[in-house]
């Protein structure tokens, strides 16, 4: 089996596996209770938020607990819509964004906000002076991804930052780094809201977690009890809480070497495909390594995707959470329906071997020549 | 050139003989918080130097910044040419990259064989900068940047305006006390102000199982490390107070309760300071906080130890407490809500002013001093090691 699907999950590592049942196995007491278990959990609780918090250099309290990035993106701007109606009803995000945010932004359109959408340039990048334009007085939030989860274009968020700031002080900052955390180096101070999700770093499905810089207010879309947190209560799952410290701790460790050797294998199988006139390398300079993004212009991607599980290859169409429609993020960038009706996402990892990418390199040279002979 | 940590010390300029002993504990102390990284360090009575490899600077930085007895941490340039065209240039080349418009060079020239002496050699310097460097005046009194050269033996050292440190005298160099420590805001703080004396702290708590919790045990145990970061570590005595306060609770008017329960809290203490050779008492006591705080009720129960009992924040407003305790980050944690043994079984009405007749009158129909014994036999001792790795490192 040759796994190349790592953008849409992750399998869990075994390290992160063994604190899941150890956890659940030895940790019983909820850290909400006032006995010597509770207490128990309660430190564990503590310990693996601590670990989350140096790792990023943030507070514990700026920590609220999701389960995954979805309920994160939900928390995020809606508890900001709710907490700052009254000084305004505008938001801003990019054409690059995770389908959630959409579908987020089509539900407050529908109670009355107003969504701009900023544009970007032919290499990904925010258009800096549209979005100085689009921001105005009542503007409380501007969204913009981290990286982009089909083309991996990696945004500069501290440039962003200061220029919504520059704009209008009071508007907030919210970025969905899903795709970034794990894969290249983020600093949260940089944004006022952060979500993230452990199944893209080799962690379990159903947690994640927000971040909420103290110096901002958001309302609760949950109501409950349970001392961890106010916005989100409720018992906490310290099973999956380790587990997702555990990943962020492993997924951190020598960042920079694992995005080079990435590099390495990105670049072998742009090599290989370049060749083909009609095989299209959706990559601009600002796309990080573990994202690589094709447009096979003269077959349909289900097909191909269909003749490579036959290989046990696994890729993507566009993301596992857009499949069957036309790649958005493909047509904000290169405004080509063809282009963007025919993509297919590699993702890559640091566990990704050499051997696997040359396989894979001369299975699809074999399948795609087969069919071209077919056409 | 390389670079190396230049300490200026806290407030020595009034010791005279004893100066070395001050000097060395904070060598001590410092080269326990740095035991991490190699390092070498070197002093005489105006300074203190430290090399490390260039890659910890910044670890030792972070340490140092939590050692009292420091009055500034600079990052000076080491170099071993002598040669005082060499030295212009250097000096020249650290001072360009910096944003300043007025300046003044010092020279110390410890080495005495060197042959241009300290006032020309600054001279040479200043007149060198001005030469190089457009823009710039010499201000000897209120300089924006401070250019301090110093000529040693093999060789000459340059550094400029540092941070600020703790100040305060090195921990352990005025002995020990014992801190009443209950897990409110003032006591941590009462803690703080006295290890920035030089008074080294052991700490006491009192528990009342099943009236207190772990967690409130816990919560003093986290009050402990914060301290502990400037302590050096820090040794906690449990004194299990349940059937103490329960007799007092069944046989004293309610009205005293208060003033009773702390007047064994410093018999405890003052037995538990005795044998562990502290020299005083420290609590966060502040004057008229609550009705054991008037100046009456201090009276009546200091009155039952002989040992001095220092109050550092008893001048204080709750303002400038809370203040400090932000400062040193044990406000967060001393307003977790977990009820201590001073909270619970408090009466409606404790008297302001009570009178020491009555209270060991009252005290007089309990038999304390049994209990007290078997309390102090039965006290837990915790060390509390702040290096301490977190016990659930392996799970995560």
């Given at each position: 089996m040759i796994y190349l699907d790592y953008s849409a999950t992750t399998p869990v590592s075994y390290e992160v596996l063994d604190t899941i049942s150890?956890?659940?196995k030895e940790f019983i007491g909820n850290p909400n209770s006032l006995h010597a278990l509770g207490l128990k959990s309660a430190q564990l609780l503590e310990s693996a938020t601590k670990q989350i918090a140096d790792i990023f250099g943030i507070s514990t309290n700026e920590i609220i607990y999701t389960s995954g990035a979805t309920e994160a993106n939900n928390m995020a701007i809606?508890?900001?819509?709710?907490?700052?109606?009254?000084?305004?009803?505008h938001i801003i995000v990019s054409k690059l964004e995770h389908p959630s945010i959409y579908?987020?932004?089509?539900?407050?359109?529908?109670?009355?906000?107003?969504?701009?959408?900023?544009?970007?340039?032919?290499?990904?990048?925010?258009?800096?002076?549209?979005?100085?334009?689009?921001?105005?007085?009542?503007?409380?939030?501007?969204?913009?991804?981290a990286v982009n989860s089909e083309t991996g274009v990696r945004q500069p968020l501290k440039m962003i930052r200061q220029i919504i700031k520059k704009e209008n002080i009071a508007t907030i900052f919210h970025s969905d780094m899903t795709q970034a955390i794990g894969k290249i180096a983020v600093n949260f101070h940089d944004v006022d809201l952060a979500s993230m999700s452990a199944h893209k770093i080799f962690g379990p499905k159903g947690i994640g977690f927000l971040y909420k810089s103290n110096m901002i207010k958001i309302v609760p879309l949950i109501y409950g009890s349970g001392k961890v947190n106010e916005l989100k209560p409720g018992t906490p799952p310290l099973p999956l809480i380790a587990a997702l410290s555990k990943a962020i701790r492993l997924a951190n460790d020598s960042l920079e070497k694992r995005e080079r050797f990435i590099n390495l294998l990105n670049n072998k199988i742009i090599?290989?495909?370049?060749?083909?006139?009609?095989?299209?390398?959706?990559?601009?300079?600002?796309?990080?390594?573990?994202?690589?993004?094709?447009?096979?212009?003269?077959?349909?991607?289900?097909?191909?995707?269909?003749?490579?599980?036959k290989h046990e290859i696994y890729l993507s169409t566009n993301t596992a959470c857009s499949s069957g429609d036309i790649s958005s993020s493909i047509m904000a960038i290169y405004n080509d329906i063809k282009r963007a009706k025919h993509t297919i996402r590699i993702s890559l990892s640091y566990v990704t071997t050499t051997e696997e990418v040359n396989k894979f390199i001369e299975i699809f040279k074999e399948e795609y020549e087969k069919i071209m002979q077919v056409k | 050139m390389e670079k190396i940590i230049i300490l200026k010390y806290g407030e020595l300029s009034t010791?005279?003989?004893?100066?070395?002993?001050?000097?060395?504990?904070?060598?001590?102390?410092?080269?326990?918080?740095?035991?991490?990284?190699?390092?070498?360090?070197?002093?005489?009575?105006?300074?203190?130097?430290?090399?490390?490899?260039?890659?910890?600077?910044?670890?030792?930085?972070?340490?140092?910044?939590?050692?009292?007895?420091i009055l500034e941490i600079i990052v000076g340039y080491k170099s071993n040419d002598l040669d005082i065209e060499n030295i212009k240039n250097n000096v020249l080349d650290l001072v360009k990259a910096k944003e300043f418009n007025t300046f003044k060079v010092k020279t110390k020239r410890s080495n005495k064989n060197y042959p241009i002496n300290s006032m020309e050699v600054s001279r040479l310097i200043g007149g060198y900068l001005l030469k190089n460097i457009k823009n710039i005046t010499v201000d000897v009194h209120n300089?924006?940047?401070?250019?301090?050269?110093?000529?040693?033996?093999n060789e000459v050292l340059f550094y400029f305006n540092g941070i600020k440190g703790l100040g305060g005298y090195p921990v352990g160099t005025l002995g020990k006390g014992l801190l009443m420590l209950s897990g409110g805001i003032d006591s941590p703080v009462a803690g703080f102000l006295t290890i920035k004396r030089g008074v080294k702290l052991e700490a006491i708590y009192f528990e009342s199982p099943p009236h207190t919790s772990d967690f409130a045990k816990e919560k003093v145990i986290k009050l402990c490390k914060i301290l502990g970061q400037y302590n050096a570590n820090i040794k906690l005595h449990i004194i299990n107070f349940t059937e103490i306060q329960e007799t007092i609770?069944?046989?004293?008017?309610?009205?005293?309760?208060?003033?009773?329960?702390?007047?064994?809290?410093?018999?405890?203490?003052?037995?538990?300071?005795?044998?562990?050779?502290?020299?005083?008492?420290?609590?966060?006591?502040?004057?008229?906080?609550?009705?054991?705080?008037?100046?009456?009720?201090?009276?009546?129960?200091?009155?039952?130890?002989?040992?001095?009992v220092i109050r550092p924040v008893a001048c204080f407003d709750k303002l400038?407490?809370?203040?400090?305790?932000?400062?040193?980050?044990?406000?967060?944690?001393?307003?977790?809500?977990?009820?201590?043994?001073?909270?619970?079984?408090?009466?409606?009405?404790?008297?302001?002013?009570?009178?020491l007749k009555m209270a060991t009158e009252y005290e007089n129909h309990i038999s304390y001093e049994e209990l007290i014994h078997k309390a102090i036999k039965n006290h837990e001792v915790i060390n509390i090691n702040i290096k301490e790795e977190n016990k659930y490192q392996d799970l995560l």
């Amino acid at each position: 089996m040759i796994y190349l699907d790592y953008s849409a999950t992750t399998p869990v590592s075994y390290e992160v596996l063994d604190t899941i049942s150890k956890v659940t196995k030895e940790f019983i007491g909820n850290p909400n209770s006032l006995h010597a278990l509770g207490l128990k959990s309660a430190q564990l609780l503590e310990s693996a938020t601590k670990q989350i918090a140096d790792i990023f250099g943030i507070s514990t309290n700026e920590i609220i607990y999701t389960s995954g990035a979805t309920e994160a993106n939900n928390m995020a701007i809606i508890g900001v819509a709710m907490a700052h109606h009254r000084k305004g009803k505008h938001i801003i995000v990019s054409k690059l964004e995770h389908p959630s945010i959409y579908a987020i932004c089509e539900y407050l359109k529908s109670i009355g906000f107003e969504i701009d959408y900023v544009k970007n340039d032919n290499e990904g990048l925010i258009d800096f002076d549209d979005l100085k334009r689009l921001i105005r007085d009542d503007t409380i939030l501007v969204s913009i991804c981290a990286v982009n989860s089909e083309t991996g274009v990696r945004q500069p968020l501290k440039m962003i930052r200061q220029i919504i700031k520059k704009e209008n002080i009071a508007t907030i900052f919210h970025s969905d780094m899903t795709q970034a955390i794990g894969k290249i180096a983020v600093n949260f101070h940089d944004v006022d809201l952060a979500s993230m999700s452990a199944h893209k770093i080799f962690g379990p499905k159903g947690i994640g977690f927000l971040y909420k810089s103290n110096m901002i207010k958001i309302v609760p879309l949950i109501y409950g009890s349970g001392k961890v947190n106010e916005l989100k209560p409720g018992t906490p799952p310290l099973p999956l809480i380790a587990a997702l410290s555990k990943a962020i701790r492993l997924a951190n460790d020598s960042l920079e070497k694992r995005e080079r050797f990435i590099n390495l294998l990105n670049n072998k199988i742009i090599t290989a495909l370049e060749q083909y006139p009609n095989i299209k390398i959706n990559k601009t300079k600002y796309s990080i390594p573990q994202i690589l993004n094709i447009s096979i212009m003269n077959v349909m991607p289900e097909t191909f995707i269909h003749i490579m599980d036959k290989h046990e290859i696994y890729l993507s169409t566009n993301t596992a959470c857009s499949s069957g429609d036309i790649s958005s993020s493909i047509m904000a960038i290169y405004n080509d329906i063809k282009r963007a009706k025919h993509t297919i996402r590699i993702s890559l990892s640091y566990v990704t071997t050499t051997e696997e990418v040359n396989k894979f390199i001369e299975i699809f040279k074999e399948e795609y020549e087969k069919i071209m002979q077919v056409k | 050139m390389e670079k190396i940590i230049i300490l200026k010390y806290g407030e020595l300029s009034t010791k005279k003989d004893n100066i070395n002993y001050f000097i060395k504990t904070l060598k001590q102390n410092i080269g326990k918080v740095i035991e991490d990284v190699d390092f070498q360090i070197y002093y005489d009575f105006g300074r203190m130097y430290i090399y490390v490899k260039e890659e910890d600077i910044d670890y030792c930085l972070d340490r140092l910044k939590n050692v009292f007895g420091i009055l500034e941490i600079i990052v000076g340039y080491k170099s071993n040419d002598l040669d005082i065209e060499n030295i212009k240039n250097n000096v020249l080349d650290l001072v360009k990259a910096k944003e300043f418009n007025t300046f003044k060079v010092k020279t110390k020239r410890s080495n005495k064989n060197y042959p241009i002496n300290s006032m020309e050699v600054s001279r040479l310097i200043g007149g060198y900068l001005l030469k190089n460097i457009k823009n710039i005046t010499v201000d000897v009194h209120n300089p924006q940047l401070l250019i301090e050269i110093e000529i040693r033996n093999n060789e000459v050292l340059f550094y400029f305006n540092g941070i600020k440190g703790l100040g305060g005298y090195p921990v352990g160099t005025l002995g020990k006390g014992l801190l009443m420590l209950s897990g409110g805001i003032d006591s941590p703080v009462a803690g703080f102000l006295t290890i920035k004396r030089g008074v080294k702290l052991e700490a006491i708590y009192f528990e009342s199982p099943p009236h207190t919790s772990d967690f409130a045990k816990e919560k003093v145990i986290k009050l402990c490390k914060i301290l502990g970061q400037y302590n050096a570590n820090i040794k906690l005595h449990i004194i299990n107070f349940t059937e103490i306060q329960e007799t007092i609770l069944k046989n004293i008017p309610h009205e005293y309760l208060i003033t009773i329960m702390r007047r064994m809290m410093y018999r405890i203490s003052a037995i538990i300071a005795h044998n562990n050779k502290c020299n005083i008492l420290v609590n966060g006591e502040s004057i008229g906080q609550v009705a054991s705080q008037t100046l009456t009720s201090m009276r009546v129960i200091n009155e039952v130890v002989k040992i001095p009992v220092i109050r550092p924040v008893a001048c204080f407003d709750k303002l400038e407490i809370i203040n400090i305790a932000k400062k040193i980050g044990t406000y967060d944690i001393s307003t977790l809500p977990y009820e201590d043994c001073c909270t619970i079984f408090v009466p409606d009405h404790p008297v302001i002013n009570p009178s020491l007749k009555m209270a060991t009158e009252y005290e007089n129909h309990i038999s304390y001093e049994e209990l007290i014994h078997k309390a102090i036999k039965n006290h837990e001792v915790i060390n509390i090691n702040i290096k301490e790795e977190n016990k659930y490192q392996d799970l995560l």
